[in-house]
């Protein structure tokens, strides 16, 4: 007997909610067996499925965002060379004058940067956490031997 005859043999008691005309096994069955293949193809088939696309989602995500940060950090640098010539006269009429001249700065994650000193080793993680920032504060640094910081800056 297929789900179909079942379903029209099955008259249902609404005062009861019993099944009557139809065998109880074969009710059990038209509702059993549907029941249990959508519950098994959710779990075993669509939700397997769904969590490797958000997965795959997520990866091309972080690749999206590690190419833009790389492309960011490339301007950043190219900027750096245009202000290194001015960077470093500002630094050198300081340094003929005894004022303000600033020899290391970093900026980023600092625990970072101290565990992997005491490790002795730099990898591209820390790398990508602490940027070097001493040339830009060196050409913030006024003809008055003071570090001018704008605004926008912390």
């Given at each position: ?80 060379k245009i202000l290194e010539i001015v960077s470093n006269r500002k ?64």
């Open positions: 007997m297929d789900f179909l005859s079942c379903i029209a043999e099955a008259k249902i008691d609404h005062s009861s909610l019993t099944f009557q005309g139809a065998e109880c096994h074969t009710c059990n069955k038209c509702i059993f067996i549907p029941s249990s293949l959508y519950f098994l193809l959710k779990r075993f088939v669509m939700k397997p499925y769904h969590l490797k696309r958000e997965r795959r989602k997520a990866l091309d995500k972080m690749a999206n965002s590690s190419i833009q940060v790389n492309e960011a950090r490339k301007a950043a640098e190219k900027a750096q630094r050198n009429k300081q340094l003929e004058k005894g004022g303000l001249v600033i020899t290391k700065a970093v900026y980023g994650n600092m625990k970072e940067m101290e565990r992997s000193e005491r490790r002795e080793e730099l990898n591209d993680e820390v790398t990508s956490q602490v940027l070097d920032v001493t040339l830009p504060l060196n050409f913030l640094v006024a003809d008055s031997g003071q570090l001018k910081l704008h605004e926008g800056i912390k």
